[in-house]
C-alpha cells in the first residue's frame, strides 16, 4: 500500500505515522488503502479520481499529508458540505470523507444529516472513539453516559448518539458500523460504500490509547468481545454494540436525478422552447 | 450518468441557446448578478434562502441547470460556502448571495478561502442593523467584508451601483477571483438588489472571461509543482487533474510544506498572502471620479449612494455653485489610498454618505486626513438618501 502513500509529506517522512502508538487511525488509512487499491485494480476506477476530503481532528489528519492522492483537509465539521460542492463540479469522483465522531455528530450534525438525506454520492468513514482526542479527551456527543473526561470531570450526564440510527433514518442507503478489530469487514465495507451510488456510512469504533488511558491491545480485545453481529442480535446484548450493515439500499443519488433536470435544457439548434 | 460539467454531449447538443441574447432587458438587481456569473463561466451555485437576498436564490434554481450548471439549496449558510470551496477546487467557479445573518455564518469559510487562495464569489445582498435588524438597505457589511473573517487575511470586494453593474461587477469579481486565486465579495445594498432597471447584455463573445492559471497549462508536471509557488499568484491544480494536490488552509511554505512550523515561516505566509492583494492594489482596485479639479469639498461615496451623491453634486454645480469634487469607490477593499492621494489636492471638507453611521470613512480619513480640514460623515439608516438630503447636510456644513 505504500505507493499510495507520499514518501515525504508536507509534515515530514511518510513512516513512522504522525498517530500517537496505538492509535486506530493508521488502521483505518490501511483498511481504506486496500479498498482503494482493489477499486483502482478490480473496477478500473482512475486514480485521478479519488478524493480524500476530513474536517478537524484527528481523523483529519488521514488526509494531511500522507496521501499519494488529491486530498483535502478542510474545516470541523464541514468536509461533507466541501465534498458536495466537489460533487457539483465533477460527480466522476470517489470521495471518501474521513471524519470523527465530534466532526460528524456535533459540529458537523447538520451538514451530516442533509448528505444523507440527498444521498449524495460519498462514503462516510468515521472514526469514533467517544471523545476528542486532538484536544485532549473531551466528551463528545459520543462518550458513554457517565464516563469521566476532562469536560465532564464529574462524569457524562448526557446520552450518546448513535451515529448509524442517525445516518439510516436520515435516509443514507448504506450504513455499517466495524471496529479496528475487524480489518477484512472494513475493507468489504468500504468497498461497498465507495460502489454505491450514494452515501454511505461506515463508523468505524477506533482506540484512542492515550486518553482512554489503556493498552490498545486492550481496547482491541474489547472492541471483540463488546460488540455482536446484528444478525446474532437473539443473544444477549446487554452492554453489547452492535456491529455490522445495518442497512443497504439503492437510492436515486442526487447528482444521477440532478442530470435529468440538465438534460432537459439540452438543444441542437439555437431557439428557446417558449 | 452524471456529467461533468462542461463534459460534451455525444449528441452534439448544447446549452448555448439559453444564454441571454445580447439586447436590451428589463431585471432585478439580484437576477442581473446571476446572468453575469453565468457569463462568467459560473456554473455551481449553492445557497440558502435569506431576505433580501431570496431572488438571486430563486433564479440561479431556473438559470444554472439551462446552461448546464448545478444549483443546490444547502443546509445553512456554513454549508454553502463550504461547497462553493468544494466546486472551485473541482475546477468550476461558483457563486452564492446572501445577507447579513448569513453573510456573518460564512466568515469561517471566508478565511479558510484567503488562505487556501481559493477563487470563488459571495453576494452579499445587505440589510440594515446587527441581529436581525430589519430587512430593508444598508451598507452595514462592509467592514465585515474586510476583517469579518478571522485571522484578517486581505480580501477583494466591489460595490455595485447599479442592475446594469450587478451583471458587469460580477463578471470582474469572477475575474478577480480567478486572477488573483482569492474569494471576492460583491457588497450590494437591498436598494441595488431589489431596483429593477434597464440592462444591457453585450454578445457573450465581447465580455472578457479570466480563467485561473493551471501549472499543465504553464508546462509544470506535478513532480515540479510547487502548490504555493511558481509566482505571486501560484497556478491552481484542480482536484481530478492527476497533480494529487493537498488542500490545506494552515500557515504554508511554497512547497506546500507546513512541517517547518515558526514564526519566521507563518510571517512569511502571511506576509505573502497580504502582499499578493494588497501590493497590488493599484491593479485590482478601481474609482470614478468627477468634478475634482480645482475643487473646494469632497464628496466620497460608494454603491447605491453613489448615484444619489452624483445627483446632489450636479445640483451643486448648477444650482448652487457649490465647488463639490465627487469620487465613487468601485473598489471598497483592497482600499485605494495611494490612488485616491495621487488625486487629491487640498479640500475644505470631504463628505462621506453612506447607509451605516460612518464606517469606510475611517479609511478615508486615514487616507486624506492631511488634505482636509475635516471629514463629515452623512449617515443614513434603512433607506436611501435622497439627493436633497446629502445637499441639505452640505449646506448646512458649509454656510
New interface residues.
Given amino acids: 500500500m505504500l505507493k499510495y502513500l507520499?514518501e515525504e509529506g508536507?509534515?515530514?517522512p511518510r513512516l513512522p505515522l504522525i498517530f500517537c502508538p496505538g492509535c486506530g487511525s493508521g488502521q483505518v488509512l490501511n483498511y481504506t488503502l486496500h479498498a482503494v487499491d482493489k477499486l483502482i485494480e478490480e473496477d478500473e476506477v482512475r486514480?485521478?479520481?479519488f478524493?480524500f476530503?476530513s474536517g478537524i481532528g484527528c481523523s483529519g489528519r488521514i488526509?494531511?499529508?500522507y496521501?499519494?492522492?488529491?486530498?483535502?483537509?478542510?474545516?470541523h465539521g464541514?468536509a461533507l458540505?466541501?465534498?458536495?460542492?466537489?460533487?457539483?463540479?465533477?460527480?466522476?469522483?470517489k470521495i471518501v470523507v474521513f471524519t470523527g465522531d465530534g466532526d460528524t455528530g456535533s459540529i458537523g450534525g447538520?451538514?451530516f444529516i442533509?448528505a444523507c438525506r440527498r444521498n449524495i454520492d460519498v462514503t462516510i468513514l468515521c472514526l469514533n472513539n467517544g471523545l476528542y482526542g486532538m484536544t485532549g479527551g473531551q466528551h463528545a456527543p459520543t462518550t458513554p453516559l457517565g464516563a469521566i473526561t476532562t469536560t465532564t470531570p464529574y462524569s457524562n450526564r448526557e446520552e450518546a448518539f448513535d451515529l448509524c440510527k442517525l445516518a439510516e433514518i436520515a435516509g443514507a442507503p448504506y450504513v455499517a458500523r466495524w471496529t479496528t478489530a475487524h480489518p477484512q469487514q472494513v475493507i468489504k465495507s468500504i468497498m461497498k460504500g465507495l460502489r454505491k451510488k450514494g452515501t454511505a456510512l461506515i463508523e468505524i469504533l477506533s482506540q484512542c490509547p492515550v486518553h482512554e488511558k489503556m493498552s490498545p491491545v486492550t481496547l482491541l480485545k474489547g472492541f471483540r468481545t463488546k460488540t455482536i453481529h446484528v444478525n446474532k442480535a437473539k443473544e444477549s446484548t446487554v452492554g453489547k454494540t452492535f456491529i455490522g450493515e445495518f442497512c443497504d439500499l439503492d437510492k436515486r443519488?442526487w447528482?444521477?436525478s440532478?442530470?435529468e433536470?440538465?438534460?432537459?435544457?439540452?438543444?441542437?439548434?439555437?431557439?428557446?422552447d417558449e | 450518468?452524471?456529467?461533468?460539467?462542461g463534459a460534451h454531449?455525444g449528441?452534439?447538443?448544447?446549452?448555448?441557446?439559453?444564454f441571454l441574447k445580447p439586447g436590451r432587458y428589463y431585471l432585478q438587481g439580484n437576477q442581473a448578478c446571476i446572468e453575469g456569473a453565468l457569463m462568467a463561466g459560473c456554473?455551481?451555485y449553492?445557497g440558502y434562502p435569506i431576505t433580501p437576498a431570496v431572488e438571486t436564490m430563486e433564479y440561479a434554481s431556473q438559470r444554472f441547470?439551462?446552461?448546464?450548471?448545478?444549483f443546490?439549496q444547502?443546509?445553512?449558510e456554513?454549508?454553502?460556502a463550504?461547497?462553493?470551496?468544494?466546486?472551485?477546487?473541482?475546477?468550476?467557479k461558483?457563486l452564492t448571495a446572501t445577507s447579513g445573518p448569513g453573510f456573518s455564518l460564512m466568515q469561517?469559510?471566508i478565511s479558510?478561502a484567503v488562505m487556501s487562495e481559493t477563487p470563488m464569489v459571495i453576494i452579499d445582498i445587505q440589510r440594515a442593523g446587527p441581529g436581525q435588524g430589519y430587512i430593508t438597505a444598508s451598507q452595514q457589511d462592509v467592514m465585515q467584508a474586510r476583517w469579518g473573517h478571522h485571522g484578517g487575511g486581505p480580501i477583494i470586494a466591489l460595490a455595485p451601483s447599479s442592475v446594469q453593474e450587478m451583471f458587469d461587477l460580477t463578471i470582474e469579481a469572477f475575474n478577480l477571483s480567478e486572477q488573483w486565486r482569492t474569494p471576492v465579495l460583491v457588497m450590494v445594498e437591498e436598494t441595488v438588489g431589489h431596483m429593477r432597471e434597464p440592462l444591457v447584455i453585450p454578445p457573450r463573445d465581447a465580455i472578457e472571461v479570466i480563467e485561473r492559471k493551471k501549472p499543465q497549462d504553464l508546462g509544470i508536471p506535478p513532480q515540479d509543482y510547487l502548490p504555493w509557488g511558481h509566482g505571486v499568484v501560484a497556478p491552481m491544480a484542480n482536484?481530478?487533474?492527476?497533480?494529487?494536490?493537498?488542500?490545506?488552509?494552515?500557515v504554508?511554505l511554497e512547497d506546500?510544506?507546513?512541517?517547518r512550523y515558526s514564526p519566521q515561516a507563518n510571517y512569511h505566509c502571511v506576509e505573502r498572502l497580504q502582499n499578493k492583494i494588497e501590493g497590488n492594489v493599484d491593479e485590482i482596485s478601481r474609482i470614478e471620479t468627477k468634478f475634482l479639479e480645482g475643487c473646494k469639498h469632497l464628496i466620497i461615496c460608494y454603491g447605491a449612494v453613489s448615484r444619489t451623491a452624483m445627483e446632489a453634486v450636479i445640483e451643486a454645480h448648477e444650482g448652487n455653485g457649490l465647488e463639490l469634487g465627487y469620487i465613487r469607490l468601485v473598489t471598497l477593499w483592497p482600499f485605494p489610498e495611494e490612488k485616491m492621494r495621487k488625486i487629491v489636492g487640498n479640500v475644505d471638507t470631504i463628505f462621506v454618505p453612506e447607509m451605516n453611521l460612518g464606517m469606510m470613512r475611517h479609511p478615508i480619513t486615514e487616507a486624506l486626513r492631511d488634505r482636509c480640514k475635516k471629514v463629515v460623515s452623512i449617515p443614513s439608516f434603512g433607506i436611501l438618501h435622497s439627493p436633497e438630503y446629502i445637499l441639505s447636510r452640505i449646506q448646512e456644513e458649509t454656510s
Fill in positions: 507520499k508536507p509534515l515530514g486514480r485521478e479520481n478524493l476530503i488526509t494531511s499529508h496521501l499519494n492522492f488529491d486530498s483535502a483537509w478542510t474545516i464541514r458540505a466541501v465534498a458536495t460542492g466537489a460533487l457539483l463540479a465533477n460527480p466522476a469522483f447538520n451538514h442533509h443519488e447528482n444521477e440532478y442530470q433536470i440538465i438534460d432537459q435544457f439540452l438543444r441542437t439548434n439555437d431557439k428557446i | 450518468m452524471a456529467k461533468k460539467i454531449d449528441e452534439n447538443r448544447t446549452h448555448d441557446s439559453y456554473r455551481v449553492a441547470p439551462q446552461v448546464g450548471g448545478r443546490i444547502m443546509e445553512d456554513i454549508a454553502s463550504c461547497a462553493l470551496i468544494g466546486s472551485s477546487w473541482g475546477g468550476v461558483a469561517e469559510t479558510i482536484w481530478g487533474d492527476g497533480y494529487n494536490v493537498n488542500f490545506v488552509a494552515l504554508h506546500g510544506n507546513i512541517a
